[in-house]
């Protein structure tokens, strides 16, 4: 196929990487784009969603609101929002044109597996546990800091790691707003018919959702305590024995 | 089958998937019609008519359906998104495109000389149908007579710039700096950035790729962010929306007018379907076609409606 090969010209072409409309360029501006929209969600909306689970109280009405953002395509939002007086179509710092609609569009986005997965971490800790850990004569945020978050940690990494990854491919739509990121090319590619530099980028986009699943399962995997603990065992197993 | 690759397809959220499917339902609805309809040597039977789906061209196919049925065939028009798509099966099994000349002559200079070959359209429709000739042979495709009406990139500006700046055609606005809001392939082209840059001396400033026509483009001059914007020369919308078409006084544009363009074999098996679509081409104006793109747009009345009525004031329906 004449296509693939092109592909893989325009991949292995120094000259396609640099300058400032590079995909190096794109790149880390669609990550920054995608770090920014988590990171908003996630200060703004995990703490409520930890809380709420911890209460064990208002989650439904949590995760379906929240479940808005699944509802809601993301470049409808996106459109409705740049048509308005505000966020509208300002440059927005490094975000680029209508930035600060493309970041509120993502943030929402991000939204459900976030809350839901923080919800049901918490809210799931066995009540025995809990009960312990009452039972300890820990106050409520004792509770919830010593004894529910650790163990709910693994659960809500998932969550930021499925948003996390599924941001970074929906950030491609900054592009349809003339804003920045790999989505240019990928816009750019297909109205040129040059179809080999539409399908690079989206390589290139696949590849990196694909690393930054990787980094957030090794993330995951590192603050699972069961898995710490048995680790630890392990290692005392080896040297007991040793003797 | 059929189905069960329309809701593959459906399932994935992939523009080239989603042209890939609607390539094949234009492809394999058709493979019947072309076996059926090769005996019969002139004079009636099924004809296949694809295009693009744009408001104009929907129009317009609507024309070349009334115009042939009128002349005794039965015809089947099937619009889709891109020229790309109703290529894959044209002329294998689509019989008739409404196409433009500059349109369909750089899709086949570009199918057969490569994604960077010089452009052949000049800014003469029918010398540049003639000298691509050896195209459209290669592709077994036949261009009837291009019409009077063109529909070729053109250039606005808010009426607020053109009265303040005094500007009416895009001469006027050399040596000026400007934001230019347009498709996102138009940077380096000659008849968008460059042909702007080289043989107008306008200073670009940047390039916004919001889209050709677009309300996003619309939106951006109106506020102020861009003060140049790409549309078509038939753009019926501009007037309502306080916008004023440039006079492209150096013809950067290359001939895009409207053109039949026809199956070759299909062609020479029935030889009647030319004058009804030649009549009709010379009925069109780009003025008209301007009304006609405003009526759908602005009027909101069906593209139908508003084919059938052209027909029935020309007498050709």
Redesign the interface.
């Known amino acids: 196929m004449r296509i693939f090969n092109q592909t893989w010209d325009y991949l292995t072409t120094a000259s396609n990487w640099q300058g400032s409309d590079g995909i190096w360029t794109l790149l880390v501006q669609q990550l920054l784009l995608s770090v920014t929209a988590l990171t908003v969600t996630m200060v703004l909306a995990l703490p409520v969603a930890l809380w709420l689970g911890h209460l064990g109280r208002g989650g439904f009405l949590a995760i379906n609101i929240s479940n808005i953002g699944r509802a809601v395509p993301t470049f409808a939002l996106l459109a409705i929002l ?2 308005l007086d505000r966020p509208g ?1 300002a440059t927005f710092g490094p975000y680029g ?1 209508a930035g600060l609609a493309t970041l509120i569009a993502l943030s929402l986005f991000a939204l459900p597996p976030i809350v839901t997965n923080g919800y049901v971490a918490v809210d799931e800790v066995p009540a025995a546990v809990k009960e312990s850990a009452r039972g300890m004569g820990m106050t409520g945020w004792q509770q919830f800091s010593r004894v529910e978050l650790p163990l709910a940690l693994p659960l809500v990494v998932s969550g930021l790691r499925l948003a996390l990854v599924q941001v970074w491919a929906t950030a491609t739509i900054a ?1 349809l ?2 804003g920045p990121g790999l989505g ?1 090319l990928i ?2 590619g ?5 179809y080999a530099k539409g399908i690079a980028a989206a390589i290139v986009v696949a590849v990196v959702a694909f690393l930054l699943e990787l980094i957030g399962a090794a993330v995951e995997r590192a603050t699972d305590p069961t898995r710490r603990s048995v680790t630890r065992k392990g290692v005392l197993d080896v040297t007991t024995g040793g003797r | 089958m059929n189905t069960r690759f329309l809701a593959g397809a459906a399932a994935a959220v992939s523009a080239v998937l989603l042209a890939g499917c609607a390539g094949n339902s234009v492809g394999s609805s058709n493979a019947a019609d072309s076996g059926s309809s090769a005996p019969a040597a002139s004079g009636g039977g099924t004809v296949t008519i694809s295009g693009q789906n744009f408001t104009e061209a929907e129009i317009v196919a609507d024309m070349y359906a009334g115009v042939l049925k009128k002349a005794g065939y039965d015809p089947q028009v099937k619009l889709v998104g891109t020229r790309d798509i109703y290529m894959k099966v044209f002329p294998k099994s689509v019989d008739v495109v409404p196409e433009y000349v500059g349109g369909i002559l750089e899709f086949l200079n570009g199918t057969y000389n490569g994604a960077n070959a010089n452009p052949v359209t000049l800014s003469d429709a029918s010398q540049s149908i003639t000298d691509a000739q050896p195209l459209l042979k290669k592709a077994g495709i036949t261009l009837l007579d291009p019409s009077p009406a063109t529909d070729s990139n053109a250039f606005f500006v808010s009426k607020k710039y053109a009265d303040a700046n005094n500007v009416s055609t895009l001469s006027d606005l050399k040596g000026k700096s400007v934001v230019l809001a347009a498709a996102p392939d138009c940077k380096g082209r000659l008849d968008c950035e460059r042909g702007l840059t080289d043989k107008y001396g306008i200073k670009i400033t940047k390039i916004l790729p919001l889209g050709y026509a677009s309300q996003q483009t619309y939106d951006s001059v109106l506020h102020g962010e861009s003060q140049l914007g790409e549309t078509s020369t038939t753009d019926g919308t501009l007037e309502s929306q306080g916008l004023v078409l440039l006079t492209d006084d150096k013809q950067i544009q290359p001939a895009e007018n409207l053109v039949p363009a026809v199956s070759s074999s299909f062609l020479a098996d029935h030889p009647d379907v030319a004058a009804p679509l030649n009549a009709l081409m010379a009925a069109l104006t780009t003025e008209k076609l301007t009304q006609l793109n405003a009526q759908v747009a602005v009027d909101r009345q069906k593209p139908e409606d508003v084919a059938a009525q052209f027909l029935s004031d020309n007498g050709l329906g």
Request: aromatic content about 14%; overall charge neutral.
């Open positions: 740049v048509t179509v044109r592009a707003v003339a240019t816009t750019e297909f109205y040129r018919t040059d």
